[in-house]
């Protein structure tokens, strides 16, 4: 019966790391072509137009978040 109850406690345990591993796993999004070449300029000109000079370019307000 230990043995019955080490399985049962093992299983749960796979579904349930299975279950948060999901949950973190980003979006993933089908762009296409002329979309993903707008983002990519528009990424640039930000890039190239930043006053601060810090060489971080400012976020894209239309990228998916990462929460």
Known sequence: MPWKLIGVAGL???????VVVARKRRAQHD???DELRDRLHRRL???ATDSEGTGEPD???TAP???
Do not use: C, K, L, N
Not at 12 to 18: K, Q, Y
């Open 59 to 61: 976020r894209d307000p």
């Open 31 to 33: 762009y296409d072509p």
């Open 45 to 47: 000109t930000g890039i």
């Open 12 to 18: 749960a345990g796979v579904a349930a790391t299975g």
């Open 65 to 67: 978040s990462d929460d």
